[in-house]
């Protein structure tokens, strides 16, 4: 049994058919004209972003190369500082060194002052004098104890100095070490392109990192460190100036002085062989007396001996003829001239007896003054052998003006990081 066909839908009328159909069209027309529209602005859209991302990528990237120049231009200007600054430290130890070596110079003039002095000092008597000797040794060795404090306070000046250079020194280093590494990040920045392998999307890339700076912090960050190292060599350079006039200055007093005490001394040791020969001379005259003198005394108590003989002649002859008898016994002219010899015998005999009183005396002072004379001339030579040993102590001492003259033999200097040349902490790319 065949099926029934179905019952037909719901049936429109043809005015609803062409309502129908046109609306179909008119749909369909404002659908390719919204289609059209769209496809003109997203054409124009995509021409306009392409422009704008091109122009944007070209402008990043000038940007890049001006950021790059700026970078590489303050890069060469730490390198010029830095290198400038290793060129004042090697120069500031170099006139350090030669501080030291001044004051390591001064401690022969100091000791050889100090052993004249000690020297000296061994006189006995009236030779231990505080003469223009003594004051020029003593003022000779007040001016090396200053001039060696002098010196070491430039020398400790010199060493804080070369501190300060030093940190000024590590700061553009570590400034140049991160131009450096900017610079490598700003130049593989302008090296990638869209086509390169390394690019890939970010998280958050527009985020501010922590303890970033301005430009003008930038750039005040770096003109800062160079001014600080260019202060700094300033001072250095004033320093190594102060050094080289504080040097020659006291080399010339110590020259001075020098000349001044040797000076001194020759004419101290002039006068004391003066002094020496006039006591020789004198004590040769002296012995000479005492040698007349002796014999004068010989003379004199030979004479008082025979005129001692002579008075007991005479007065024997008087005392026989008062044995003489009776009338005999006359005072006549044989007793007048007995009596007158006996007196002229006796005035002799006590004036002979007085001078040898007096030459006994004359010859023991004689003799006292003598045996002075031998100790203050034995002093004397001592002294003179003191004089004699401080000079010879004092050949010691080189003539500046011949050390002068020496040429000095530069070597390499090592500044206080130990090294004769500061590198930078970055590595060569």
Not at 171 to 176: F, K
Request: glycine share 2%; aromatic share 2%; net charge negative.
């Amino acid at each position: 049994m065949s099926a029934l066909p179905a019952k037909p839908g719901l049936r429109h009328s043809v005015s609803e058919w062409h309502s129908n159909n046109h609306q179909l069209s008119a749909t369909a027309q404002h659908e390719r004209h919204v289609s059209n529209v769209v496809r003109q602005e997203g054409r124009s859209l995509r021409n306009e972003t392409n422009c704008k991302t091109t122009w944007d990528e070209n402008d990043t990237s000038r940007r890049l190369s001006d950021r790059i120049w700026d970078v590489a231009r303050w890069k060469e200007a730490l390198e010029t500082c830095a290198q400038k600054v290793d060129e004042e430290m090697e120069a500031l130890t170099l006139s350090k060194e030669q501080t030291e070596q001044a004051l390591a110079a001064t401690a022969v003039p100091l000791e050889v002052s100090s052993e004249c002095l000690t020297l000296r000092d061994g006189r006995r008597g009236y030779e231990l004098v505080v003469d223009p000797v003594h004051e020029q040794l003593k003022t000779e060795v007040e001016l090396i104890e200053r001039v060696q404090q002098d010196l070491q306070q430039h020398i400790d000046k010199a060493f804080e100095q070369l501190c300060v250079l030093q940190e000024a020194r590590h700061q553009l280093t570590a400034d140049l070490q991160n131009k450096m590494d900017a610079l490598d990040i700003d130049m593989s920045c302008l090296s990638l392109t869209i086509t390169s392998p390394q690019i890939s999307l970010k998280t958050n890339p527009t985020r501010i990192p922590s303890g970033s700076s301005t430009p003008q912090e930038w750039v005040q960050f770096s003109q800062y460190n160079v001014a600080r190292a260019q202060e700094a060599m300033q001072v250095s350079q004033q320093m190594r100036e102060d050094m080289s006039l504080t040097r020659a200055q006291l080399q010339n007093e110590l020259d001075i002085q020098r000349r001044a005490t040797e000076f001194a001394l020759r004419k101290r040791n002039h006068h004391e062989e003066q002094a020496r020969d006039e006591l020789e001379w004198q004590i040769r005259n002296t012995e000479d007396e005492m040698a007349e003198m002796e014999s004068d005394i010989h003379g004199l108590d030979a004479d008082l001996q025979a005129k001692t003989a002579s008075l007991k002649l005479a007065h024997t002859r008087l005392e026989n003829r008062t044995n003489r008898p009776g009338m005999d016994r006359c005072r006549d002219e044989v007793q007048h001239g007995l009596v007158d010899e006996v007196h002229q015998l006796e005035a002799t005999i006590t004036a002979l007896k007085q001078k040898l009183s007096e030459a006994q005396h004359s010859l023991q002072k004689m003799k006292l003054h003598h045996s002075r004379m031998l100790q203050d001339l034995s002093r004397k030579q001592e002294a003179l052998s003191l004089e004699q040993r401080s000079m010879n102590t004092r050949t010691r001492l080189a003539s500046p003006s011949c050390t002068d003259k020496t040429p000095v033999l530069l070597v390499p200097l090592t500044n206080s990081s130990g090294r004769s040349n500061l590198q930078l902490l970055y590595s060569e790319r």
